[in-house]
């Protein structure tokens, strides 16, 4: 949420923060401006908007700055308005700074710097730091040794109370750039003669590979030839350089006009990647490097609570019905932000595993910590390597995606599903899972990029079906079982992108209330995979199709097992094993949201008022 970019270097830094900019833009796009530092002291554009009207009002900017920050901005504190936009800067005019996170007792802080004489223009938390900075700058005299700049952003740290992760700059230090995290993510980008510092590693992956992800409560001082971290407290940190294991282009739009689309059709490498050398064929089971529990240990596991937010709660509810179905271990699902300060007592058998694409959305990395706190041994399920909830649970898997940019989560979703499923074959080979349904369990998830190939072939015909249904104002989407939560996953994705008001429901509960919304006016997306509800499922189509609702109807059926004109437009999805079965019916519903979503002009990969990867509680 937010994004931050920092250069320090010998190249001009304006055009390198816009660069680094345009690639955060996912992470909020209300407002955006920067900051470069000259021997005249700093200059400073803010704009409302999209990161192109920065890049025009900064036309012209000296050419002659090395050294910058920058911000794209998810309201917080304060309208949407060019004031309120990042970086501020304190009204001794010192420094600048942008912020991510919330600063919970800025109003104290306010009140104490404008009685030293500090005044303000925004309505933000953020401009009460950067005057707290200026104050202990003008307070604390120059001590030998010590960086007057980077002591003045320590000591202002140690008063607040909140989250950040901040970059600043320095009027009288132009070659030089602080930044510091609490709950907010920051990483160094560790270059040739130049450094550089931001929210992700999108932001200068161009540039370097090198990467050290600040933990909480450390203190990073950048000059073009050096690094030094620290932490608030200035106790020294040995800092470990990790590379990055992904190229610039996986970032890139490529041909397609968005990053949604793109992600929907990498989906088959995208899950080939997630079971790349992950099964035994010997053991009939999968296997996974990272788990750091040994098996005998995982079989005293009574009870498996799931912790995620939005889309990645979804791929928790897809893993509860197939891990009961196939280890037959009790499984809980929460909302993340609910776990956290809702006291449920749990068993100490209690393992929990949290699922988050991004591995930095605040919600989720609280519940993690707040088992760990508890002493539950925990797991993640995470696409971003060396994110924050990668560093700290005890064992995890990661996805191995590639960058998931479009706000609208999609390949890591289904990602998700795939390693979960194979975390129910896994713990059901440890208990009561036999050889045989072992093996056919592996045979049928190897068969998952092929067979999500082939669906994706489809979006031809979707695309035609969506423009059908596009300037509807309702939907409902309705399944059984393992499909209710894609029911939800496929209003969560209408809602997301094209402001489509839509429900999901297990299909039967729609006779206990949500019926009342049909009629031709609110068409029904419906799942109806082969299997034992199936006829179920045809019954609450028919009565749907009663009530003249409209029926768009997602299934594996074959043909002589559905009534003829069972719903007026059909989606047919290769049959296949009850464990593959979610992942191939979430590709129609969001290529369905896709389409509608750019039929009616929808700003796919930046929908309104929403930001990737959610910082703040
Ligand atoms: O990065 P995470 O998986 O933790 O993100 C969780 C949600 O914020 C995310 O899935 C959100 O719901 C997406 N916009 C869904 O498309």
């Not at 025009?56 to 309120?84: C, F, L, Q, S, Y």
Request: net charge negative; glycine share 8%; aromatic share 8%.
């Amino acid at each position: 949420m937010c994004g931050i970019v920092g250069y320090v270097g010998k190249q001009a830094a304006c055009g390198i923060l816009l660069e680094g900019l345009k690639r955060l833009e996912y992470r909020g796009y209300d407002s955006a401006g920067l900051a470069i530092g000259a021997k005249d002291g700093l200059d400073v554009i803010k704009k409302v908007g999209r990161v192109e009207n920065l890049i025009r009002a900064a036309a012209g900017v000296k050419e002659t700055a090395h050294t910058g920050i920058a911000h794209t901005r998810w309201a917080t504190h304060g309208r949407v308005t060019d004031i309120n936009a990042h970086p501020h800067v304190s009204s001794d005019h010192k420094f600048a700074l942008c912020h991510n996170g919330v600063i919970e007792n800025y109003l104290a802080i306010k009140k104490f710097c404008e009685n030293h004489g500090y005044t303000f223009q925004s309505e933000t938390d953020t401009e009460a730091l950067v005057n707290l900075i200026a104050y202990h700058y003008q307070k604390e005299p120059e001590a030998a040794g010590k960086n007057r700049f980077l002591t003045a952003v320590r000591k202002a740290l140690l008063h607040v109370e909140g989250t950040y992760g901040i970059v600043a700059l320095c009027a009288d230090y132009p070659g030089e750039i602080v930044g510091a995290r609490k709950g907010s993510p920051l990483v160094v980008g560790v270059g040739n003669g130049e450094n550089m510092i931001a929210s992700d590693i999108s932001a200068f992956i161009g540039r370097t590979q090198n990467v050290i992800y600040l933990d909480d409560g450390q203190v990073v001082h950048l000059t073009a030839e050096d690094f030094d971290i620290t932490t608030i407290a200035d106790e020294a940190v040995d800092p470990v350089i990790a590379k990055v294991d992904w190229e610039i282009e996986q970032a890139e739009l490529g041909h397609f006009t968005h990053y949604m689309a793109k992600e929907i059709f990498e989906q088959p490498v995208a899950l080939e990647n997630a079971i790349r050398g992950r099964f035994s064929d010997d053991q009939s089971t999968a296997k996974f490097g990272g788990l750091n529990i040994d098996p005998l240990q995982l079989r005293h596991v009574d009870r498996l609570l799931f912790c995620a937010c939005g889309t990645a709660w979804h791929a928790c509810l897809v893993a509860e019905y197939l891990i009961e179905r196939f280890a037959r271990i009790p499984v809980e699902v929460e909302y993340a932000s609910e776990f956290r300060y809702r006291n449920a007592p749990l068993d100490k058998n209690t393992l929990v595993i949290v699922i988050s694409q991004s591995g930095e959305t605040i919600d989720t990395l609280e519940a993690l910590r707040e088992a760990k706190r508890k002493g539950f041994r925990t797991l993640a399920i995470t696409n971003v390597v060396g994110s924050t909830i990668a560093r700290e649970t005890d064992g995890g898997i990661y996805q191995h995606a590639g960058p998931e940019i479009g706000v609208a989560s999609t390949k890591a979703f289904t990602s998700q599903i795939l390693l979960t499923a194979m975390m129910a074959l896994y713990f059901g080979r440890l208990r009561d899972l036999s050889f045989t349904e072992g093996r056919e369990m592996v045979e049928a998830l190897r068969l998952v990029p092929g067979l999500t190939s082939q669906v994706l072939d489809q979006a031809d015909k979707i695309k035609v079906i969506a423009k059908k249904y596009a300037q509807f104002e309702d939907f409902l989407f309705l399944g059984r079982q393992a499909m209710f939560p894609i029911a939800l996953e496929g209003a969560l994705k209408l809602k997301e992108i094209s402001y489509i008001h839509a429900e999901g429901y297990p299909a039967a509960e729609m006779k206990h209330g949500p019926i009342a919304l049909v009629s031709p006016e609110c068409p029904s997306v419906f799942f109806a995979p082969r299997g034992e509800v199936l006829k179920k499922v045809i019954s609450n189509i028919q009565e749907i199709r009663a009530r003249k609702g409209p029926v768009i109807c997602i299934t594996s059926a074959p043909r002589d097992e559905l009534p003829e004109d069972l719903a007026n437009d059909i989606i047919r999805v290769p049959d296949a094993h009850e464990a593959v079965q979610p992942i191939l019916f979430t590709i129609p519903i969001q290529l369905l949201a896709y389409y509608i979503a750019c039929e009616r002009n929808c700003d796919v990969d930046k929908p309104r008022n929403l930001a990737k990867s959610v910082t703040v509680e």
